[in-house]
């Protein structure tokens, strides 16, 4: 900001560029919508396209209620007796190998050494959103089901990334009738489970792991706590 106080020309469409670009960084998304509006059209900057795109499929998630919608008849599933629990995960091994991936393996061993038949579907547009294009719908993973969503359809946000994962394990609902739904942070996939499970009248496990606003100030730095994204992350958890 203070450099773009000292801007000679602040109208410019140069210098409005920047701050739509700034405001969206820095998590004000009511701000950056507001100066987006204010140099419509933009249709040929390819950055303020993404960044309008972004902002309309985070707009539903501004409600904390909001679930996405599944279409097709809502009925209920007979649980299959052998135990099954379906997870729903942002991403996994082998693709990703990271604290989070690697915590979510030793769930799925616990849950098998316990006599639970365990069940994996990650997120739409895994593992493609992480680079790694041609992923099969289906594999073993140390000898656990991994169901792949969508998994070329690359990367998507908000409330697109929710209706599609959520018609995507509604369908392996159906195929495998668990006995409970079980995901992990953040509220993203919680809103997904939640919508997939009172249609089919099973329970939701929600696996607390971290707070995503925490995350974003902390890499934020001072203010971060003040921040549009921070305070609805939180109200949305």
Do not use: C
């Amino acid at each position: 900001e203070a450099i773009m106080s000292r801007v000679a020309y602040p109208q410019a469409l140069g210098a409005r560029r920047a701050r739509v670009i700034m405001a969206h960084t820095r998590g004000e998304e009511s701000e950056a919508l507001r100066r987006l509006n204010e140099i419509a059209p933009y249709e040929r900057d390819t950055a303020l396209v993404r960044i309008a795109e972004r902002l309309a499929n985070l707009a539903p998630l501004r409600d904390p209620a909001w679930l996405p919608t599944i279409e097709g008849e809502a009925e209920p599933v007979l649980p299959d007796e052998r135990g099954r629990v379906l997870h729903l995960l942002t991403n996994s091994l082998p693709a990703t190998q990271s604290g989070y991936t690697l915590r979510s393996a030793s769930v799925m061993a616990a849950f098998a050494a316990i006599g639970f038949e365990p069940h994996v579907a990650t997120r739409a547009g895994y593992p493609s959103n992480a680079m790694k294009l041609g992923a099969p719908e289906q594999e073993e993973v140390d000898g656990i089901d991994y169901r792949r969503i969508e998994p070329d359809a690359g990367l998507l946000v908000g409330a697109e990334i929710a209706r599609r994962t959520a018609e995507g394990l509604d369908r392996l609902v159906t195929e495998l009738a668990p006995v409970a739904l079980h995901t992990t942070t953040n509220h993203l996939n919680s809103r997904i489970a939640h919508a997939v499970a009172r249609r089919r009248g099973i329970p939701v496990v929600y696996e607390v792991r971290g707070f995503i606003e925490e995350t974003f100030a902390s890499r934020f730095g001072p203010g971060g706590e003040q921040t549009e994204r921070y305070r609805r992350e939180r109200d949305a958890e």
